[in-house]
């Protein structure tokens, strides 16, 4: 199984790989769209990550991640959203129409070259509801300030914690965690 999906519907043959590896476009296993942990369940190898100070007994069953290795789908989300939200945390109180317009470009583009291809296809459905459609210049839209931006991106990122069973922030918070730091 492909990551819950079904491989015939994306046209890709299915492989004896474990449950979480995703394949990318040419038939290979996907890094940017798979957890370190289910990387290391098909290698069969335990994956040490670079601050840890285990030493394995033998090192033909483990694989030492250096600081600088590619990263998979979590840390690339992780910095991910840290650019998203700041980019919303600092998008003008009011934007003006151009800055919409830009806006939207972005994040259609985002949607398309996210390196985690089942990542960026859940974003784009996402997007794609009339009741999430970034429209520029419309009244009370998503894209009309700061305000609205960080709630239409806060509830962006709740919906895939909803999806990875991960508790919801509470985005009346928002601007706390991403522009002013947390209130006494
Ligand atoms: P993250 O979810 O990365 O969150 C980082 C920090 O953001 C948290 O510590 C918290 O302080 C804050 N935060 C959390 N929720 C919100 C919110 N709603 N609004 C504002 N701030 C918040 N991974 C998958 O395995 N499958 C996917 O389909 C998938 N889709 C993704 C789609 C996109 C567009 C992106 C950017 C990432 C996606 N990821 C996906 C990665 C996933 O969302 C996480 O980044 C990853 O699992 C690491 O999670 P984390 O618990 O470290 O914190």
């Not at 030492?64 to 690339?76: A, G, I, K, Q, R």
């Not at 459609?133 to 990122?157: D, I, N, T, Y």
């Amino acid at each position: 199984e492909i990551a819950g999906r079904d491989a015939v519907e994306d046209g890709r043959t299915k492989k004896a790989i474990p449950k979480g590896v995703v394949l990318d476009k040419d038939g290979k296993p996907c890094r940017s769209c798979t957890s370190f942990h289910e990387w290391a369940a098909m290698t069969r190898k335990k994956i040490i990550p670079p601050q840890s100070k285990e030493t394995p007994s033998t090192t033909a069953t483990a694989t030492f991640l250096p600081p600088d290795c590619p990263p998979d789908v979590e840390t690339l989300g992780r910095s991910t959203w840290t650019l998203l939200h700041t980019i919303a945390a600092t998008y003008p109180a009011t934007a003006p129409p151009e800055k919409q317009t830009e806006m939207k470009t972005f994040i259609g583009i985002f949607s398309r070259i996210y390196p985690c291809w089942v990542c960026a296809e859940d974003f784009r459905q996402w997007i794609e509801r009339p009741e999430n459609k970034l429209v520029p210049g419309q009244e009370g839209g998503h894209l009309g300030g700061r305000a609205s931006f960080g709630q239409w991106m806060c509830g962006a990122h709740n919906e895939v914690n909803r999806k990875l069973g991960k508790r919801e922030f509470d985005c009346s918070r928002y601007e706390e965690r991403w522009r002013t730091g947390w209130a006494d």
